[in-house]
């Protein structure tokens, strides 16, 4: 994309969106007629016409101020090494499209310099360069540059063959602002291209917001003898972060996984996951063969430096057996009513970097006022401003402080003591918390 903004003597236009003229009366523009011209321009560039429509009248104006047969607008296209000429004819802007070169316009470009050659013929190293334009042989030509921001010549304004006498310092000068005004209606342009693109990437990002929350579970499932809580967030607009529930009558599975990176390739990643799931979760018992089957079809299905740890767990609220695979993720952490904490460890490689691996599937039994602790690692690895990270040992110990409260409750307070802990409330990493706890009477 070509960033333009005006070339400054002897005019210096106001930001765009703005535009304003402070004119002298030294010359060409000096005439009332030509001044009230530039004004319709300036209103012109303040307008939602496009900027077809604006170069157009803008080519005719110069043409008709400094009294030439043509006017051209040349724009140097460095992404596609082309150099782009626009100019009018038959009353319509066209556009011709060429290889950037080395001729004359192209070293004018680049060099930032004004050219003035008021007799061709008697120029002989211009001469070869400026002959013919159509069918009008080139008698005299001027050309001023055009710069960006950053002061490099991007493109050029150039007219041919002056009616009456020689080009002067006053063409020249009137031909810079005009140049000016060019700058102006393509920076103005490319601001409301842009502002377009936001407003569209915005809707996108919007829509793919909406799809991932649709993704995860809406509440957490009610189970007999258990309170659960549930809390996600994205680093970004979306993550990388999953969890789902998958109630069945005797038993509740499910899973918490984090899709390596972050953002749109992430919450792509998951959006397959969560299919995947959905579509073999009702026809396996066991955890070690759901594994088994979402990791097989990871590696097949995703870029070879993409995986993702995955804790798949199945729990009987009648029996209160607790069946779990951990694949690479961050090890869940069960405190005991009477203060005890293991951590749930077993398990093997995360999903996608093998095609085969036999995951190890582990059983533990949740006791009355057992709670145990799932998240990821953008919960236990948050660091705060000096560099200190939350740590594993900080959610054991507001758990045990808070060991009477429900976990809709303890999940709030770990929370709050988390934002407490940044000063923030934006997070570098995806961050996902389940809390599960039996009933202490259960």
Sequence with gaps: MISLKPYRPPVKPAPPGNAQLNLKTNHALANPANVSQLLAITRLLNSSHRLEQ?????????????????????????????LWS??????NLKQIKQNFGDGMVEQIILSGKVVNVPDVRREPRYRRSFQRFGAT?????????????????????????????????KDTDALMIMADLIALAIQNSLNSEEALEARRLEAEISRAVDIQRQLLPNRVPRIPGYKMFAFNQPSKYVGGDYYDFFPFPRTLSFVLADVSGKGVPAAL??????????????????????????????????????????????????????????????????????????????????????????????????????????????????????GEMFGKEEMVALVKQHNRLSPQEL????????????GKSGYPDDMTLMILKRDVNS
Excluded at 86 to 91: A, M
Excluded at 138 to 166: A, D, F, H, Y
Excluded at 411 to 422: A, E, M, P, S
Aim: contains cysteine; glycine residues 6%; aromatic residues 8%.
């Design 411 to 422: 999940g709030k307070v770990l929370l709050q003591r988390l934002r407490t802990f940044t």
């Design 86 to 91: 626009h100019f009018v004819w038959q009353k």
């Design 269 to 386: 990643l998951t959006a397959n996951l969560h299919a995947s799931l959905h579509a073999i979760a009702n026809e396996i018992n066991t955890c070690k063969d759901v594994v088994r089957k979402i990791n097989s079809h990871f590696h097949l299905y995703t870029a070879s430096d993409m995986f993702a740890t995955f804790f798949w767990a199945n729990l009987n609220h009648h029996s209160h057996q607790f069946r779990y695979v951990n694949a690479g993720h961050v090890p869940p952490i069960l405190i005991k009513r009477n203060g005890q904490v293991s951590k749930l460890r077993s398990g093997g490689l995360p999903i996608g970097i093998v095609d085969s691996f036999d995951h190890e599937e582990k059983e533990i039994s949740l006791q009355a006022g057992d709670t145990l602790l799932i998240f990821s690692d953008g919960i236990s690895e948050v660091m705060n401003k000096n």
């Design 54 to 82: 604006q170069l157009g009248f803008i080519i005719k104006e110069v043409s008709r101020i400094l009294d030439v047969e043509h006017t051209i607008f040349h724009l140097h296209n460095e992404r596609r090494k082309e």
């Design 137 to 169: 042989t080139i008698r005299s030509v001027l050309l001023v540059p055009i710069k960006n921001r950053s002061g490099k010549p991007t493109g050029c304004l150039q007219v041919i063959n002056k009616r009456e006498g020689m080009f002067d310092n």
